[in-house]
């Protein structure tokens, strides 16, 4: 059978592939986007906590011998700590400056974080394997689902809609919220906004080491995995607007989904797509498909 | 400055040397945008690597004199920061950043593919060929002084820029933007002039530095060599006229040095 001279086998395929990526960009973007929506700074370093979630992984793996369902819960914490750790130390002396600095010192570490794993692991990936639960494949009728596969949309969907519900649905996030709008306000009413900050810095670089942890027996375990991957999830951070929370998460499954069908129809443009639709966002509606105007 | 490196090939590898002064005329570029105009591009390196790559084509496959590449080159690089300075311009601040990150990208993308760039490999052995015609710059001799005469020259002419009325009312909207356009100041236009500017000594370093190294690659245009290019000049002092300068030579040399010890970031 086929759609528009395409057989639905190949078609399918794509897309599932489309779907995977657009759940890695739509998990990072939701991180990316919590992190600049409260702290007003563009964390570069996304693309390197990503990475250092899936090696967590992979050295639990190989030198604890903890398998991944362990690791999905230790990596984001343990990277989320280091987070922790960098913000209180660095990140929060740049608050009060432009977004620039904040921008500059993230990236300043992203180089280094990436420079002192390649030191160690080298540039080709290390291999992790699909949890013995997981492996195998689906028969849907018209393709093939690997379970493995199947999952990661899942579970990024689900914790995606979870993160969406605290934000935008809970106490707490009201207060996050609020805490954007006018700190100063909100601390006065009692609430230790420094703390909140803290902590939403670590929940956004947790998030980035969970979706890590899950990419690692797609992707190969590998110190440059992030790099590439964080220039695309700015592109969907910035389509999605930059503090909406729902944004990120239509935007990222959505352009995951563009892509896959770009490379079905018209390969070559596959890559540069995203940043054509960034572009035509930025000139048209700045603030992003579901931002508002700051 | 110009005596240390009318001097330096003395002690120092001319390579080296010339490729510190491409990265600080790059650097310098930059500043003009960062440091006087007061917007941070994340998407230099598309002028460095059109640039670059249009100067290896033109000298290796259309023969061109090496001047008139490296002219060929900036016209280009400057046409191609005229489109996307019109396009970045309308946006402040981080959107302006993101925008010509997307645009670098896709410049990045469309390279990887074109054929006339030999995607991974680059555009390899170039010829330096002769200056005007009679000059032979095969050698680190005769092509250190070219080399070191763009420098000083892109140099000056940025110097000239800051120093002017141009780069007075660069610096009043770079330091309050409603101030200036109450004043009276297509401030647009003069954003987009140092953006074009910029773009064009980017463009003259990037054709510079494909003739001394004789390749043009896929590096030179990758989001990492914008960031480079931010990290020299934050290091060396964004807004001072010397800061790029120092703060390319201390990353070439960082990476020069480094790189035999394994590290290389």
Not at chain 1, 60 to 86: D, E, K, M, R, S
Request: hydrophobic share 55%; glycine share 12%.
């Amino acid at each position: 059978m086929e759609i528009f001279g395409v057989p639905i086998q190949a078609m399918m395929g794509q897309l599932l592939i489309g779907l995977i990526n657009g759940s890695f960009y739509a998990l990072l973007s939701l991180g990316l986007a919590v992190i600049f929506g409260l702290l007003n700074i563009i964390n570069f370093t996304h693309g390197a906590q990503y990475m250092m979630g899936a090696f967590v992984a992979y050295l639990l793996l190989n030198l604890l011998g903890i398998g991944y369902w362990w690791a999905l819960l230790i990596a984001p914490i343990v990277v989320g700590i280091t987070g922790v750790v960098f913000e209180r130390l660095m990140l929060s002396k740049l608050y009060k400056l432009d977004h620039l600095y904040g921008l500059l010192l993230t990236f300043g570490l992203a180089l280094i974080i990436q420079g002192l794993f390649r030191h160690y692991y080298g540039s080709s990936g290390q291999p992790y394997a699909v949890p013995p639960e997981l492996t195998g494949a689906r028969n849907l009728g018209f393709m093939f689902l690997p379970n493995y596969r199947g999952w990661v949309v899942g579970a990024s969907l689900v914790i995606c809609l979870l993160t969406w519900y605290v934000i935008e649905r809970t106490k707490l996030g009201a207060y996050l919220r609020s805490a954007t709008e006018n700190p100063s306000l909100v601390q006065a009413f009692g609430i230790n906004v420094p703390r909140m900050i803290t902590l939403t810095y670590g929940f956004g670089v947790g998030l980035a080491a969970l979706a890590g942890v899950m990419a690692a027996p797609i992707y190969q375990v590998s110190p440059l995995m992030g790099t590439d991957l964080i220039i695309v999830v700015f592109a969907v951070v910035v389509i999605g607007g930059m503090g909406s929370i729902m944004g990120s998460i239509v935007t990222g499954f959505g352009l995951g989904l563009i892509e896959g069908l770009t490379k079905v129809f018209y390969p070559e443009a596959s890559n540069t797509v995203i940043f054509v639709i960034m572009a035509v966002v930025l000139l048209v509606k700045p603030a992003g498909l579901f931002g508002t105007e700051k | 400055m110009a005596g240390f490196f009318i001097v330096a090939p003395a002690v120092l590898y001319p390579v080296f040397l010339m490729k510190i002064m491409c990265f600080a005329l790059f650097a310098c570029a930059f500043n003009l945008l960062i440091g006087f105009g007061g917007l941070l591009s994340f998407g230099h390196s598309m002028f460095l690597g059109t640039a670059g790559y249009m100067a290896a084509h033109s000298a290796k496959v259309w023969g061109f004199t090496p001047e008139l590449a490296i002219l060929f080159a900036t016209a280009c690089a400057t046409l191609m920061g005229v489109v996307t300075g019109a396009l970045a311009i309308r946006r402040q601040g981080i959107y302006f950043a993101m925008i010509t990150l997307a645009l670098s990208q896709m410049i990045f993308f469309f390279y990887l593919q074109a054929p006339f760039t030999g995607g991974e490999d680059g555009i390899q052995a170039v010829p330096r060929g002769k200056l005007f015609g009679l000059i032979d710059l095969g050698s680190p001799a005769t092509m250190y002084p070219f080399v070191f005469l763009i420098f000083i020259s892109g140099f000056l002419l940025i110097w000239r820029i800051i120093n002017s009325p141009f780069g007075q009312v660069l610096k009043a909207i770079r330091e309050n933007e409603p101030r200036a356009l109450s004043l009276g100041y297509d401030t647009d236009r003069y954003k987009l002039i140092a953006f074009v500017l910029s773009a064009g000594i980017a463009g003259l370093a990037g054709a510079t530095k494909a003739l001394v190294f004789q390749l043009a690659s896929l590096t030179d245009v990758h989001w990492s060599m914008s960031g480079e290019v931010v990290l020299m000049t934050l290091l060396g002092g964004m807004g001072t006229i010397f800061g790029p300068v120092l703060g390319a030579a201390a990353i070439v040399t960082m990476q020069n040095y480094l790189k035999s010890l394994g590290f290389s970031s």
